[in-house]
């Protein structure tokens, strides 16, 4: 039977999207051939990566100044891609609001002088520095930010303002609530976590940022070759592009962004809601940082939390255990999480604190 998975990544899929792939695995478009077959040159394959760069130029209003390319290797190579394209001064901004954040900046240091001007570690991460007091760096050639925090379950309620261009890690929270991509240089997701299966990575970038890559930057990392090639420079993840698009498919016919925006601060709040008014459990974010996506929660005991893992799993409700940092338990509840399976999780957890009082 399907469960309700709250992974943080990979994570759930729309079950439309799966029932589709399902449907024409062995036989894409009349070809004959599933799609994990066919050549990334046949025209039946690049009319998917064609129609899935439109679509994410649409529903996420992207310039024509910006190229949308399709990348291997997760969110964190592109951790060193971006000083490689960007850090012709050698020296950048970091916000470090997490462990992910982190791992970028300690990356930059590899190539330049990776300046950390605002950092949340103080408070285990569940703030993000007030953005509008933070000391920039003159002449710095971004500024880097993770816009969203998987594993604390904190993010940016407002982005900075900044000189240089400002670079995001949207990984966990693409396409779930509405950005303006022009206040940005680069935005980057690894798609695994709200769009697709794990292998392929998104980078929308301001074209004119992306010319002059640094002379020892590799080939397969510079985003101007995968920009003029239309991500074809290379053989493709070309499954996950095929099920990103699908997913892109199906968001567009729910409305886009903003509609999604809208089902996803109300399964937030139904379950923030709950939490709050719990006598059992806690979430420690600040109130205006919490995540949309996800929601890391405590019993504060150690062996109360083991025992709701294990007798959620047994009701369907699977994939909640936190992050070895945090402990605990964690609820992603991304795009293709219904509101039904957040209202099962209430239920569960309303259950388990009137037998564990």
Same mark, same amino acid.
């Given at each position: 039977m399907r469960v309700y998975n709250f992974a943080a990544g990979p994570s759930t899929l729309p079950l439309e999207v799966l029932q589709k792939a399902k449907d024409e695995f062995l036989d894409f478009s009349g070809t004959g051939m599933s799609v994990t077959e066919i050549s990334h040159r046949d025209k039946a394959y690049m009319a998917i990566v064609e129609e899935a760069e439109k679509l994410v130029r649409e529903l996420l209003n992207v310039p024509d100044d910006y190229c949308v390319i399709f990348v291997q290797g997760g969110a964190s190579t592109?951790?060193?891609?971006?000083?490689?394209?960007?850090?012709?001064?050698? @020296?950048?901004d970091y916000i470090v609001t997490g462990n992910f954040a982190k791992k970028a900046w300690q990356e930059g240091q590899l190539y330049g002088e990776a300046v950390k001007i605002g950092d949340s570690s103080d408070k285990v991460?569940?703030?993000?520095?007030?953005?509008?007091?933070?000391?920039?760096?003159? &002449?710095?050639?971004?500024?880097?930010?993770?816009?969203?925090?998987?594993?604390? &379950?904190? /993010?940016?309620? #407002?982005?900075? @303002?900044? @000189?240089?261009?400002?670079?995001?890690?949207?990984?966990? *929270?693409?396409?779930?609530?509405?950005?303006?991509?022009?206040k940005f240089g680069v935005i980057y997701a690894g798609a695994q976590k709200n769009l697709a299966p794990a292998g392929v990575t998104i980078v929308i970038a301001k074209r004119d940022l992306i010319q002059d890559p640094l002379p020892i930057c590799p080939t397969m990392l510079r985003w101007k070759v995968q920009d003029e090639n239309g991500s074809l420079y290379?053989?493709?993840?070309?499954?996950?592009?095929?099920?990103?698009?699908?997913?892109? /498919?199906?968001?567009? *016919? @729910?409305g886009g962004v903003k509609a999604m925006q809208d089902i996803n601060?109300?399964?937030? #709040?139904?379950?923030?809601?709950?939490?709050?008014?719990?006598?059992?459990?806690?979430?420690?974010?600040?109130? *205006?940082? /919490?995540?949309?996506?996800?929601?890391?929660?405590?019993? &504060?005991?150690?062996e109360l939390d083991a025992k709701?893992?294990? *007798?959620?799993?047994k009701v369907g409700l699977v994939s909640l255990k936190g992050h070895r940092l945090v402990g605990g338990m964690r609820a992603s509840i991304y795009n293709a999480m219904p509101v039904e399976g957040v209202k099962a999780l209430i239920e569960f957890m309303k259950k388990f604190e009137t037998e564990n009082k």
């Open positions: 592109q951790f060193a891609a971006i000083p490689l394209n960007l850090m012709h001064n050698k @020296k950048a991460y569940t703030y993000i520095p007030d953005v509008d007091k933070l000391n920039y760096t003159e &002449g710095a050639d971004y500024v880097h930010i993770t816009s969203n925090n998987t594993i604390f &379950g904190s /993010r940016y309620s #407002k982005f900075p @303002k900044c @000189k240089a261009p400002l670079v995001a890690d949207m990984s966990s *929270e693409i396409f779930s609530r509405e950005v303006d991509v022009k290379n053989t493709p993840p070309a499954f996950s592009i095929y099920m990103a698009n699908l997913v892109l /498919r199906n968001l567009k *016919e @729910k601060e109300h399964k937030a #709040k139904l379950l923030y809601d709950f939490i709050d008014n719990s006598k059992l459990y806690k979430n420690n974010v600040l109130p *205006e940082f /919490r995540s949309i996506m996800n929601v890391p929660f405590v019993t &504060g005991s150690d709701f893992v294990a *007798e959620a799993k």
